[in-house]
Structure formats: structure tokens, C-alpha cells
């Protein structure tokens, strides 16, 4: 514990260690070090502690302490986010790791009932070995938790056919500020007895109440599979393709993933097994991923006719479809790597955004045009979930630039970014969350009668202000600063 | 206008009727008496004025004034509400009706802008002559109203595949209690900058806002169907060849709706131009429907597949499948004439509710039971939407009761069914909402942190409580007198 510590914090801190016990209340800096560090890397807070609860009445019993002392409280699951949302600044880190437990499966229901620090791997795993699907699919699904996806509203490859994550939640278990534990576990599919709750806690990113345990939807397995890689000559012709897709496979078209020539060319360049999937190089390609529980359904000639017509008509120039599973993983591949080769190629400047799905390609073209003319040299990775129409609109620093004087331009292409995704009636927050990140420049964008009810919501569930304060919404004067928008 | 108004009163009812119009402040007892009453007819209201604005701005007008004013405001759609929600008590009533334009369709994004006075039936049209399906589909959809379904997240048959009404809406205009209006009109897939206001307003009931407009999902149409009719031994058989149905269609899986043999019995008999469908009588029916937006999917051998298996292991003891539209309408109707047909047939004591999916068949044959030992001859009409496990849970008066002397005892059997739906985890107001009529019944059984949470986001955005005061939740002690519970 540091000198600024103050006597009463200290005390508190002793009691929270007589509860839960000293092994789950640490100070050390060496223990808590990776609790005060945001994925990236790119920011690093500080806390009195750590505290690690076992169950939903220590969370309360941790909540009551801090909220009565005044004292924050952070919340962090797996500690993957991208907004800075579990960057703390003083106060208490409560880690969910702990509340662990799969509560129950029920097949015929189709729902699974999870304690928030189960990761999102083993949530799948089980509905795999119960013949069903947990769809929620992320990059960082091994180490991320599923309170944290649900706190974040986490998007991910699965979001064109089931949804964002709010979508798979039938019920929660939620600690408010005060202590006081909100049992919401019901697993219906129809319940109107009054204000859906659950939905104002998910994506509140642990501002208005702790997620401690959720009910989740599952689906029917795919029992057949379909993966295509296409070329084509830019997004104009990717959306028509989309189209035709949505049209041909309905709800069997399960993935539509977006790759612009520079990032397929800078993946073939970084990663390690990967082959060229297409002979010669078109402007934009797409991995399409068709899917159904019906193990006869013959996805391969639905894929087939639609890209057919589409090559005879000019739309598609190439494609190519998964012969086998591994060849399936090997495109899937493709996409998944796009992220990180780019840090490769140097610095990056990032955008997590949204646009009708109509708009997708008009804006890319628009935005690309607008940053390139505000740049000489500089490379736009325009990629990701196309048919959902958000897009990770992400610049890659010209060749020979330095590095840190291409990420000092952040803020510039933040405005010129996002005031055309605001032109285009999108969103500067598609899939990340709000965080300390963007907290601010939410401000420029968001209609301010939604953000005055925000606060007003805030106020009436954290009066003291004390749940992860400053993110999302800054309820008091001595909210934390908002952390540079990247 | 009546004897008791204040000279205050009458001054806000002329300000309204100068900005609107006075032909649309209407006081006479003959014009505003539609507007008085429930839709059945079991209570009746009184209110002021009933006032209707052409816009949102007149909207806002209105809700200002009478915020001002400390009046209340009841909100009204195509008035077809079932559970009070919508009966004034002095006050004004606000119509919706003339705020009826399609603001724009556009089908790459798959949406709809409508605003709240549009019916349901013109948007389903809209959509269809689009080539596009909105899913919602209820009894009252030539008569209700968008809005109306949005303020009570209207559930109807196309729950199983599409979700209830709120899962199909991406975004809404609401006017807050002071006359705020809040532009949350965005038609994004995600959208992560901050707290998810919209789904507060959906089934709040016209509470805590007045939406007035609204961007809704629409899905590709499905372009073949097939429909069918079976008989089994009972809702345990039901519930076993649901699931084979989803296991085998998947998403194709569009209704599974449960009929016992009671209710069909009641339809064949007093219902016009209707046929036995299948040979023979059967403890329980299921409507079922397969469709998909693929016009060459072969759905009737899916179907044929599954029941085939399912009669082969006595799990069906007999169907039929509809061979034309017409045919598919006439097994549709068997189950659409279900509502009417029971009010020929005396008294019928009715609850909305629902179980888990897993626990739908137990939960039938349980309340089923309790209900008969509570009185003799009393019959059961469980039916409905079985594979949400939603049950409209009806009770059909002994033959030679009389009428008022059974519906005496409407609140002795909602404590019998709905305590048998608290210990199966469910809701005792699935789909119609809570309004005046379970408002005090929700405290037996609603998490009451959950009632807590909802009197303090009531608070918050209608501090002066004049928006339908006294509906969904009491804020204030004058709050108008719950209704009883039918």
C-alpha cells in the first residue's frame, strides 16, 4: 500500500481482508501490477488493492464497504478491453476471476446459467459438448470473461446472425453500488413485468452495477459448414455481393468479414502459414461463412449459385471455398491475424465505428479519400464485420515515419474520422465501448438529451458515484480525466 | 368538459388548443368516450381532454405543459392494450394516431423509420411490398399501433424466430415527462456509445416517455412455406417433438403453437367455416410452421422427416400438412379463432404467463391440476405460444355456473397459477404487460431490488411523476388505485 494511503482507506482495506481473507485482498505492487495496466498497454492506473470476492455476497459485501467509505470500485474480468474501462484511479479493483462456476445447462431451454468471471472459451466449450452453440466469438475469447463481455456489450464474428452480446442474455445477477444484490437469473423469452433491467446493465461497462452471474441464450449447433474467400474490385461490389448472399442463404449466412487489398497483402506479409488465397490481387475480398444445424443442408450449392452469378455478372472477380476443415481455418486465418500484423508495419491509428449497413461502402471510400488527402503515404486498413456495418477503420503510418509523430496525428484523424461517420448516422463506439477513451468526445456526437438521461440514470443507481466513476459518463467534478482518444 | 375542472385546467386545455388546433383538443364526453375504456370493456376511464398532435414538437408541447402543470398524461396507441395500461384517470390523453408517416424504408440495411401512429398491419405492408418481412405479427394488427406495441413489447406468434417487439427495434424519438425530445432515430447494428436507452422505453408502458418514432428491422421475406397440423397424447409429447423440430429445421422453425383438445373442441364449435383437421380427438395440438426466405428450400421434407420419425415412435399420433395457402390459412385459423371462441363459452378467467421452454409441458399439467381441484368442472384452456413457453393459461367457467358468480373468483385462481408460475421461475405478465391490472400483484413476486430499481429510473425521469401515473410501477402516493387483477 503507498504512503498516500490514508488511515481510513486502510482500515477499510482490513476489513475487506477479513472477509474475504488476506490471500484475496493484495496491495503488493507486484501483485497487482497487472490489474493497473489496459490491454494495449497504452495506459496505467493505480489502486490501494486488489480484491478477489468468491461469491455474489462478497461483491455485495466489498460494495457496501466501498460505497459507505466513498471509495471507487473497478471491476475487471479478463482485463481485455480496448476503451480503458478497467483502468483504475485509486480505490479498489474487484477481479470477478473468481465467481467461476457454470451454474447450469439446460438443453431443451437452450440456456446456460454462468458466474461473470467464467471465460468466453469454456462457455463455449460447454454448450459444444451439450450439442449447442454459444455464438459470442472474440479475439480474446480464451482469457476474456463472459461479466466482461456482457458489461462491454461485446460484438465479435457472430453478430450478423445472433447478435451483439446483449442479444444472448435472457437474465442477470447484478450488485448494485450500494450492496444491494439484484436477482434477475430468469430464463425466459418472454417477460413484461416491467423495465428491462438487464439491458441497462449491459454495456453500462460496470458503471451502474456489477454483473455477477447471467443467463445466456444457445443455439443449435452447425452441423454444416461453408468458408469462401472472394475478390472483388472495392466495396461497392462487396456490399452488392452481400446482398445477393443475404438474399440466396438467409439466416445460413452466418459471416461476412471484410478485407481491403493492403490488409490481406500486409497478413501475407507478417504472418507466419499463410498462403495467398486467390490468384493475383484484387481491391477488396471478403470471407463469407455459411452455416446451419441441419447436417443435409447443402450450403455449397447455395454458396455456389449465389457466387456464380455473381462472377458471370462481374461483381465477384475470384473466390474460392473451403475444401476441408483446415482449409476453412487456413481463410478464416486470413482475417484473424489482420490486427496484429498491423502493429508490424509500425503505428496504427484506430477506429472502432459503425454506419448503416446500406452506407458501408460509400463510407469507406469517403473516409479513406479524407485521410490519405490529409496525409501523404498514409495506408488505410479498412476492415472487419461489413455486414454488420462496423468497421475497424484503422491508419497505417506512412513508410519512414516516425512512429510517435504518426501517433501524435491521433486526435486530428479522430475528427475527420468520425465527423464522417457522424454524417453518415453511425456510431464512433461501435463495438468497444465508450471507456475513458472516448468519455468526452461522446460529447461532439451523441444527441445530449441521451446523455443528460445517461447521467440522470447514473445518479439514480450510483448516487455516490463509486461504481468504475469517470467512464461512460462523468457523474461527479472529480471524475478521472478522460484518457487521449485512441 | 366536466364540473370539477379547475379554472388551471381549462387554461392548459385552451394553450393546447391553440397550438394544436381546438379540433384536436376534443373534450365533449361523446368524442372522447373510445379513449375512456379498455379494450374489453372492463374499466373505464375519464379524462379532460384527449388531445392529438400532429409531430413530435406538438408532442413535446403537450408533455411540457402539462409537466408544468403537475397534470397526467396517458399516452394512447390503437387503445388495444389488455391490461389497463392505457385507461386514463383524469388527466389528458394523448393520441399518437396522427403521427402515422413512413418516414423511409431501406432495404440494404434491412429497416424501417415509422412513426408511433402507424399500424401494425401498414408496416407489415410496407415491408412486404419491399420484399422484405417485419416479423411482428399480433391479433389486434389492423388496429394497433407501432408505438403501442413498442411501449409494451408485444410478444404474438412470431416470438419463436424473430424475438419479441423489442428485438426489432435498432432505434426510437421518445419525448421525455418535461417535453425533452430525445433523437436516438439511429438504424446501426452496433452501437456502443453508452447506456442502452431505447430498451428502458420499450415496455416501460408509456412511463418514463412517449415514443414517437421508431427505426425497426426488417428480415428477407421468407418465400416458402409449410404448414402443419398434429395431435399427440399430451403437452409432455408436445415438448419432445418441439425439439425434434428444432433440431431438424433450425431456424426454419417459425411458430409452434399448443392447443389442447379443449380449445379446439370450443373453436369447432362455435367458430364458422371450420373443419376437423385431423381424424379422431387428441389430448394436445400443435400448429407448426417452417418457412424460409429461400424459395427452393425443401421445408416439406424437413417437416415430413421429423413427424415422420416422431409418429413411428408414438411421440405423434397423427398430422396433416397443409398442401395450398388456403389449407394453410384453415389450419391457422383453428388457432386464431381461440380467443373468441372461449368468451362464447361462458366466463373465462385469464393469465398471460410463461415458463422455461424445459418446464412448459410440467407447468401446464400442473396448474391444470390445481386449477380442476379448486373447482369442479372448472376447464382449463391452456394454449398458445408454446415454444416460448408462453402460455395464455384461460379458465373456462363450469357448464350452468354463473357468469359473475365464476369471475368472483378471478383472484383466488390468479394466487393458484400464478404461484405455480413463481415456483416454475417464470413471469406472470409475459407478453401483455403489467399496466393497472398486476401492478400490486408484481410485489409478491418481483425481486424487489428489481422494484426498487425501477421506482428510482421512474423518479429520475419523470420526478413529477405525471407520465401514465400509477402504471407498471406506483411512484406517488395519489398514483391511481390498481385495477383487479384480470
Redesign the interface.
Known amino acids: 500500500m503507498n504512503d498516500a494511503t490514508s488511515t481510513a482507506e486502510a482500515a477499510l482495506v482490513a476489513r475487506l481482508a477479513e472477509r474475504l481473507g488476506a490471500a484475496h485482498v493484495v496491495s503488493a505492487l507486484t501483485d497487482i501490477e497487472p490489474h493497473l495496466i489496459e490491454s494495449r498497454g497504452l495506459y496505467r492506473g493505480r489502486a490501494l488493492a486488489v480484491v478477489r470476492p468468491r461469491d455474489v455476497h462478497e461483491v455485495s459485501f466489498v460494495l457496501a464497504q466501498c460505497s459507505e467509505a466513498g471509495l471507487p470500485v473497478v471491476p475487471q474480468g479478463g482485463n481485455t478491453g480496448l476503451v480503458g474501462g478497467g483502468v483504475p484511479h485509486g480505490g479498489v479493483v474487484i477481479s470477478l476471476a473468481r465467481l467461476n462456476a457454470i451454474r447450469g445447462l ?6 446456460i446459467t454462468v458466474e461473470a468471471g467464467v471465460t468466453l472459451k469454456t462457455i463455449q466449450d460447454a454448450a459444444d459438448e451439450a450439442d449447442r452453440l454459444f455464438p459470442l466469438s472474440l479475439a480474446s475469447e480464451g482469457t476474456c470473461q463472459i461479466g466482461g463481455n456482457l458489461a ?2 461485446a ?1 465479435g464474428t457472430g ?1 450478423l446472425r445472433y447478435g ?1 452480446a ?2 444472448l442474455v435472457l437474465g442477470l445477477e447484478v450488485v ?1 453500488a450500494d450492496g ?5 437469473l ?12 438487464k ?2 446493465f ?3 461497462e460496470g458503471t ?1 452495477g456489477i454483473i455477477t452471474a447471467a443467463v445466456l441464450k444457445l443455439y ?1 449447433k452447425p452441423k454444416a459448414t461453408v468458408t469462401a474467400f472472394l475478390g472483388c474490385e472495392g466495396p461497392q461490389a462487396a ?1 452488392q455481393v452481400f ?1 445477393r448472399l ?6 445460413q449466412l452466418t459471416a461476412f468479414e471484410y478485407i481491403p487489398r493492403f490488409g490481406l497483402e500486409l497478413v501475407l506479409k507478417h504472418a507466419d502459414g499463410v498462403t495467398r488465397p486467390l490468384q493475383g490481387e484484387h481491391a477488396a475480398y471478403a470471407l463469407v461463412e455459411l452455416s ?3 447436417a443435409d443442408a447443402d450450403l455449397a450449392s ?1 454458396i455456389e449459385t449465389v457466387l456464380g452469378a455473381a462472377i458471370e455478372e462481374g461483381l465477384v472477380e475470384d473466390a474460392t471455398i473451403g475444401a476441408s476443415e483446415a482449409q476453412n481455418a487456413a481463410l478464416w486465418k486470413l482475417r484473424e491475424m489482420l490486427s496484429e500484423v498491423q502493429g508490424r508495419e509500425g503505428g496504427s491509428i484506430k477506429h472502432d465505428v ?6 458501408v461502402a460509400d463510407f469507406i471510400v469517403e473516409a479513406s479519400t479524407a485521410c490519405e488527402a490529409a496525409m501523404d503515404g498514409i495506408r488505410v486498413c479498412a476492415f472487419g ?1 461489413f455486414g ?3 468497421i475497424h477503420f484503422n491508419l497505417t503510418q506512412p513508410v519512414g515515419m516516425e512512429k510517435a509523430a504518426f501517433l501524435a496525428e491521433w486526435e486530428r484523424f479522430n475528427r475527420i474520422v468520425h465527423d464522417i461517420v457522424h454524417a453518415y ?10 471507456g475513458l477513451i ?1 468519455r468526452d468526445e ?1 460529447k461532439l ?3 445530449p ?6 447521467l ?2 447514473k ?3 450510483d448516487p455516490r458515484d463509486t461504481l468504475n466513476p469517470g467512464k ?2 462523468a457523474l461527479s467534478p472529480e471524475a478521472p480525466a478522460a484518457l487521449p482518444g485512441r
Do not use: F, Q
Request: overall charge negative; glycine content about 12%.
Open positions: 439446460d438443453p431443451v431451454n437452450a440456456t462491454t456489450n460484438g453478430v451483439n446483449r442479444d448494485l444491494r444484490i439484484w436477482n434477475g430468469k430464463g425466459l423469452r418472454k417477460d413484461n413485468t416491467g423495465y428491462d433491467l439491458h441497462l449491459v454495456g453500462s451502474l443449435p456490399l446482398e443475404r438474399e440466396g442463404a438467409g439466416d446451419s444445424p441441419r447455395v459503425s454506419v448503416p449497413v446500406s452506407r464485420h454488420d456495418g462496423n448516422d453511425g456510431s464512433i463506439a461501435a463495438e468497444h465501448g465508450v472516448k461522446l456526437y451523441k444527441d438529451v441521451a446523455i443528460e438521461m445517461m440522470a440514470v445518479a439514480a443507481l461512460v459518463v
